[in-house]
């Protein structure tokens, strides 16, 4: 029994498509309120976004995707959209996420690939076609760990302790806005890449959060990955393909020494937000999937962190006050051998 959602999408596909001879197959979901459907008429296929307007705002994504498009960037084409009614019906990119693909031998080059295409984005100018990601984004994401993790483990700081995690954030903050400054993908990891049959190019999705923010976040959203873990030699190769391969400009008065302290403290921001969003996921919205990977931005944090004495109080606030509960209520990260 169709749902009414359902009936009103059948009728904009029919339309769309001229003809009602499509198999419709919904996909599983994501950490939003989108859904997607994959379409198929004849030997065709399509993928449909199905965004409630009362739950998802589609515009930026049409917005962005649009823009992406014309400037060269391997997002999918919109074949229809209907954004009063928040159905999109996008170029099918297949099922082969990069995650589903890495491995030891394959992963240099499917991450060169990356980088090239990394930088290829950068090089677009976007400043008035994306929001800065300003100093206050960079804080509010960062107080999702205090605002969500820490009372999920029943921590309150003290007043000393709220003084030293604001100054650790505004350290990280601050590191960030110095960093040469460019289209940031936000989400740009194994699970949002594609490999698309017969091209080289991979697909990028999920761009949605797209802002003007460091040239390392996007660096270490893929070699960071919060869904899998790469060796701690290999990830600092892999910054230093990355940095060979940036413009002269992004090089001035910084050698590879400072641009890897720059993705170092970028990354770490990343993590401390990263642990707030999955706990918030898990204590708001239900969602358990994500759990079983907080150990793993947790080890990250005080692993990366353990070179910048600037960082060191902050993180023996962690050590002591954070961790025996973290450890007990989520889960201690086996590292890889």
Known sequence: MKTQREQIIHTWITSVLDSDQFEINFLPGDASFRRYARIKLNNKTFMLMD?????????????????????????????????????????????VLLSTLLNDDKVDAYYAQSFKQLIELQAIDGVKQFPEYSY????????????????????EPSKEEQALIKRTFAILANAALAQPQVIVHRDFH?????????????????????????????????????????????????FKVFYDLLPEVAKQD?????????????????????????VRLFERDGKTGYLKDLPRVMWYLLEESKPYAELQPFMQFIHAKVMPK???????????A
């Not at 797209?210 to 959203?221: E, F, K, M, P, R």
């Not at 973290?326 to 890889?336: L, M, R, T």
């Open 51 to 95: 965004a409630p307007p009362e739950k998802e705002d589609c515009v930026p994504f049409v917005t962005i995707d649009q823009f992406f498009d014309t400037h060269g960037v391997r997002v999918p084409h919109i074949v229809a959209k209907d954004l009063q009614q928040g159905f999109l019906l996008l170029e099918d990119f297949g099922d």
């Open 326 to 336: 973290f450890e007990a209520k989520y889960g201690i990260y086996e590292v890889a």
């Open 190 to 238: 194994s699970r949002n890449l594609m490999k698309i049959e017969g091209e080289t190019e991979l697909g990028v999705i999920d761009f949605q959060d797209a802002v003007i923010g460091a040239d390392t976040y996007d660096l270490i959203s893929i070699t960071r990955d919060a869904y899998v873990q790469w060796n701690a030699d290999q990830v600092y190769a892999w």
């Open 254 to 278: 910084r050698d590879f020494e400072q641009f890897k302290r720059d993705a170092d403290l970028m990354a770490i921001q990343r993590h401390i937000k990263i642990l707030g969003i999955f």
């Open 136 to 155: 206050e984004k960079l804080l509010s994401e960062m107080q999702l760990l205090t605002d969500w993790m820490l009372p999920s483990l029943h921590i």
